[in-house]
Structure formats: structure tokens, C-alpha cells
């Protein structure tokens, strides 16, 4: 029997080992999948061996110390430094990122041109990544300074949440996104009344937090926006993962996959 799992803090809500195991079940995968708390990335790899696993899932806050001790890294995921999804291959750990286009999935059809992400973490960074590959103009901002290097080495237009109503002038965004993890602590990533002046002149607010109801797309929806929560970013982004954990066909995982997630989301 093939072991799978996803690693994290806090970990208790994932709804991963759901939609994995019914679609494993269906496809008639002889695998399970299960949950780890992680308190610390430190031992990870010899964790992930010593478990005999042959692919995991990586989640808050570790994609970016995961990628650092994977022996290889493979397509978006080496521009974005962070994995999602990591498998076994001749004793070596090998990375992969399927948040990004887990996230683009959501948008494709929306004819989005400018993009503000909230937040500098992991998430924040696929999808800066995702959104610069299809041509989409991206500020970042962030609570803190240190965490936006990675954004300017790359060329993005970033400022800190201090400073964002002067970075971002009258700049009207197709989408505002929280990648932070503020909705976790259920508090809103800005200053309310800077959150206010920049919902004024946007369409769309996304919070990547799913489960429960979040007061940042709250006041999204008082202020008028369309609201996107981040339930189908888990189906989206656990499709392909579930792909390179079996070498199975992404068709053929997406209806059972769509099918768990359809029976426990409520949203
Ligand atoms: P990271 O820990 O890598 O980054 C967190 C970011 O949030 C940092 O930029 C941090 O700022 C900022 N932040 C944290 N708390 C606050 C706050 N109270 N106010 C303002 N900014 C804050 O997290 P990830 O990028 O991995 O994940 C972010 C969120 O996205 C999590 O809630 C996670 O569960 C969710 N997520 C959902 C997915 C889905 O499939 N729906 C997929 C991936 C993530 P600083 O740099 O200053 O510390």
C-alpha cells in the first residue's frame, strides 16, 4: 500500500485526506492518505522517509522550508521557491507547486488585468508567479518589509501595508487577494479604513481561507465586490498533486475529486 499525508500547523481543518481518499478509493488506488502536525520543518526529511511515504502535501507554514531540503524542484515551483507537493523518487525527495494554477483556476475566465496580493508568504508568492506568467499587472503588499525581496528581485511593484494607499494611488484592481493568513485569526489584513478606500475601486475580493466565513470577504461583500473564497483553490490545487502522486491522468481524477468536494463543501 501506497502512504500519502499533508503536513502543517494547524492541520486539524484540512480537508486533503477527504478529497484524496475518496478519489484514491474510486480509482481503485491500493493508497491512503493522512495528516500531520509539524511543529517544526527541522527534521522533515528524514520524517518524511522514516514514515514511508511516497508523496506528500506541504501546508502553512512550510512550503518554503520544504523546498529548501527537496533534491530537485520542478516547473513553476523553482521561480516560486515554495512547495506544495513533494513525491519520492530513487530515495530522492523531488518538489512541486500546484497552488499557483490551483489559484488561476478560479480566475481564468474573469478577464483580470490588475491584481493586488496581500501577504508575502508561500501562497502570496505562487501567485505573484502565476499571475506575471498570463500577463496580469501585480503590486504586493505586505505587514513587513523583510518578507518583499523576493518580489523585488523579481521586477514586482511592492509596498508595505503602511504605506499602500500612496503605493497603489488610484489604481482601480480587477482583484484584491488576502494570501495572508489574517483570516485564520479572524482579523482583516489592513487598517479598516485603508481595506475601505481600496475595495471602493475594486471588482473582486478572494481570501484563500475556505471552511468558514471570513471577515475580509464580509466587508468585501458590504462594500459591493464579488467574492471568491478559497475552497476551489483546495479542489484545484489537489487535482494535479494527486496527478504526480500517481502518474494518473488529471481527467480521470477530476470527477471524483469535484464529486467528495461537492458533497462536503457547503459554501
Ligand atoms: P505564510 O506563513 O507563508 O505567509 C503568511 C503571510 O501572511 C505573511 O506575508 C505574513 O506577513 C502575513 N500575515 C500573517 N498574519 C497577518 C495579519 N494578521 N495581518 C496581516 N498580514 C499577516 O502562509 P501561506 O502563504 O502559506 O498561506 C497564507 C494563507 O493562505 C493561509 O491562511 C493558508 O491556509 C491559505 N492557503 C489556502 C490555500 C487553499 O488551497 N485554499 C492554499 C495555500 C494557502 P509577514 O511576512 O509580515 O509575517
Known amino acids: 500500500m501506497k502512504l500519502f499525508a499533508v503536513f502543517g500547523n494547524p492541520i486539524a481543518h484540512s480537508k486533503s485526506p477527504i478529497l484524496h481518499n ?89 478577464n483580470i488585468k490588475n491584481a493586488l496580493i496581500l501577504g508575502a508568504g508561500g501562497s502570496a508568492k505562487a501567485i505573484a508567479m502565476i499571475l506575471k506568467e498570463k500577463n496580469i499587472n501585480v503590486i504586493i503588499s505586505n505587514r513587513s518589509k523583510k518578507n518583499l525581496s523576493f518580489f523585488d528581485e523579481k521586477g514586482f511593484e511592492t509596498c508595505i501595508n503602511d504605506e499602500i494607499l500612496e503605493c497603489t494611488k488610484k489604481i482601480e484592481f480587477d482583484i484584491i487577494i488576502n494570501a495572508t493568513s489574517s483570516s485564520i485569526n479572524n482579523t482583516l489584513p489592513l487598517q479598516k479604513d485603508s481595506l475601505e478606500s481600496l475595495f471602493e475601486r475594486s471588482k473582486i475580493a478572494f481570501d484563500l481561507m475556505y471552511g468558514k466565513e471570513c471577515i475580509f470577504l464580509e466587508f468585501a461583500k458590504i462594500k459591493g ?9 483546495l479542489l484545484y490545487q489537489a487535482i494535479p498533486a494527486l496527478s504526480i502522486f500517481t502518474n494518473i491522468d488529471e481527467t480521470k481524477i477530476k470527477p471524483h475529486m469535484e464529486y467528495i468536494y461537492n458533497i462536503i463543501n457547503h459554501d
Do not use: H, W
Open 225 to 233: 465586490l464579488d467574492t471568491i473564497n478559497g475552497s476551489k483553490m
Open 22 to 110: 475518496y478519489t484514491l478509493y474510486k480509482l481503485k488506488i491500493d493508497a491512503r492518505y493522512s495528516r500531520y502536525l509539524l511543529d517544526s520543518s527541522k527534521d522533515f526529511r528524514e520524517l518524511f522517509f522514516l514514515l514511508g511515504l511516497s508523496g506528500a502535501n506541504i501546508t502553512l507554514p512550510y512550503k518554503e522550508d520544504v523546498a529548501n531540503i527537496c533534491d530537485e524542484i520542478c516547473g513553476i515551483a523553482q521561480k516560486i521557491g515554495a512547495v506544495n507537493t513533494i513525491i519520492k523518487k530513487d530515495n530522492k525527495i523531488i518538489g512541486y507547486n500546484t497552488d499557483a494554477i490551483g489559484f488561476y483556476k478560479n480566475i481564468e475566465s474573469k
